[in-house]
Each structure stands twice: as structure tokens, then as C-alpha cells.
């Protein structure tokens, strides 16, 4: 692991593969730490080939903490969007993409394939329509457009993510992690107990810090309905997302193929909102072809 710092906030990062293939940036999802990406699927791109990049966003894990900022409650920021006005929150789903290109500056790399899921599609999403020259190709997995229109998360969906328990004891938070995990992920592809236990814990150890999650919440609230601006979307993009999805339903992976033109949309019958590992291979697969198409298009080596 390293740190550096990019628009003006401390960063952490790893980089695996050889430094001379051609770049993924992974961008994790909402509360969400680098190491939500599998390790399996890190090593599957690096062993097709490519130099894989994931990193903590600010506000969670070891990044840069908005520590005492806060942010507006969710009601009054959906109140404020549905009459038209911009909400004041403490940083934009655009700050966050200058984050990632600010990484991108700070270790070297001039043009990169952007993988983002959930929020970090969205995240994903603003670097390919704001900075285009830096996209080689985006894969958006499990995200969606802020399009109002379409259907919402599953209540209990919703409701395991945004509140957390009072107590900070580890075995109390190591189950409420547990049950985070069981409620959004994919039916078809339950963690087995003892693996997700350990991920949950190493987790928590790593970094546990609630109070970004309501500032990244306000974010993605603020953010709107991208549809107008992913429409200018130049980088070739293919999109990923679970049948089985109950914090993003599919309608929202299908909106993001619509919206951008030349999409090409992918689904996975039984995935929820995660990263199941019996899907990492296919999932591999897929990002790895659709990263080497782009680059023959691009002309990159």
C-alpha cells in the first residue's frame, strides 16, 4: 500500500502488475474500502494483463477524513432536488472523480481503462464525461444514472446500509457487517460464513469510520440525473450488473446502457449488490476484452 496526495487530500492506493501494462483504476462504492474489490479479481486483470490500481475514496478507509463537515439529512436534499435547486453538501461526486485523476497524475499515468462499481460507477462516470482524454474505456458495474424515474432499493436494502449500531464493540459491528453483506448480495452466490467473517473483520480493523458515509450519501443525492452528461460519454463502455441487484435494481444498470451510446450492457442472473467470487472469472473476462478492444480502437499498445 501507498499514500500519496491528489487534489489536495491524502489518497491511499495499490498498485498490482507490471507498471508497464496497460492501466485499470478500480473505484470502490459507497462506504466502501478499496478492499471491497476481491483480491481474485485484482490478480485475474493483473494476470491478463494489466496494471490494476485500486484505492480507498476520501472520507473512507485510509483516505483523507472530512473529520467535524457536515452534510444535509437525505429528505432535505431530495426536497431541494425535487424543486430544482442545487443542495450545499460538503464535496460532489465530481470532486471525487478529480480525485481519481488526481491519483492518476500523482503516480504517472497519463490514460487509464476506469472501472467503477455502485458509486464508484458513478464516480466512474464523471471522469469519462468531464475529463474524456483520461478514459481509455469505462466499465460501469452495479450503478446507475440518478435517473428519479426508476425504481428504488429495496427497503431493507436500504435500511441495513445507512444505519449503523450505536456500539462500537467488534463483534457487534463484525454482525452488523455480516448482515450488510447477507442483505445485498447475491442470492445465487451466498459468502460462505468463515470467509465473510474474516472479511468483515479485517475490515473493520482496517479502517471503521461511519461518519463519511452520510457526506457520500449527499453526494450521490446532489448529483442528479447524469442522462444529459453520459450522453457525451466518447470512451467505449460496457456495463455490468446483477439480475438479483436489491440495493441498484437491474432497471438502473439498464438506464446507464441507454444513456451512453455504444454501450454494450452485460447481466449476471443471480448477483445482488456485490462481487461474489464465483463470479470473479467471468466478471475478469469480460472487463479484460472489453479494456483490450478499446485499446486496439485507441491505438494503445
Known sequence: MAQITANGIAIEYEDHGDPADPPILLIMGLGAQL????????????????????????????????????????????????IGLAPRVPYTLNDMAADAVGLLDAIGIERAHIVGASMGGMIAQ?????????????????????????????????????????STDEAVLVAHGMKIARTIGSPAYPAEE?????????????????????????????????????????????????????????????????????????????????LPLELVEPMAEEIAQHARAAGRAGGEA
Open 35 to 82: 478492499t471491497l474489490w476481491p483480491i481474485e479479481l485484482v490478480e485475474a486483470l493483473a494476470g491478463r494483463g494489466f496494471r490494476v490500481i485500486r484505492y480507498d475514496n476520501r472520507d473512507i478507509g485510509l483516505s483523507h477524513k472530512f473529520d467535524g463537515v457536515k452534510a444535509p439529512g437525505i429528505l432535505p436534499l431530495m426536497l431541494l432536488g425535487r
Open 126 to 166: 464523471h471522469v469519462a464525461f468531464t475529463w474524456p482524454e483520461r478514459a481509455i474505456s469505462l466499465t460501469s458495474i452495479m450503478s446507475t444514472t440518478g435517473n428519479r424515474r426508476l425504481p428504488p432499493a429495496r427497503k431493507e436494502a436500504l435500511d441495513v446500509l445507512t444505519r449503523r449500531p450505536d
Open 194 to 274: 468463515e470467509r465473510l467473517r474474516a472479511n468483515v473483520t479485517a475490515g473493520i480493523r482496517r479502517s471503521y469510520y461511519p461518519a463519511g458515509l452520510q457526506r457520500q450519501i449527499a453526494a450521490i443525492i446532489a448529483d442528479g440525473d447524469r442522462r444529459k452528461r453520459l450522453r457525451g460519454v466518447e470512451a467505449p463502455t460496457l456495463v455490468l450488473h446483477g439480475e438479483a441487484d436489491p440495493l441498484v435494481p437491474l432497471a438502473g444498470g439498464e438506464d446507464t446502457a441507454a444513456a451512453i451510446r455504444g454501450a454494450r450492457l452485460r447481466t449476471f442472473p443471480g448477483m445482488g449488490h456485490d
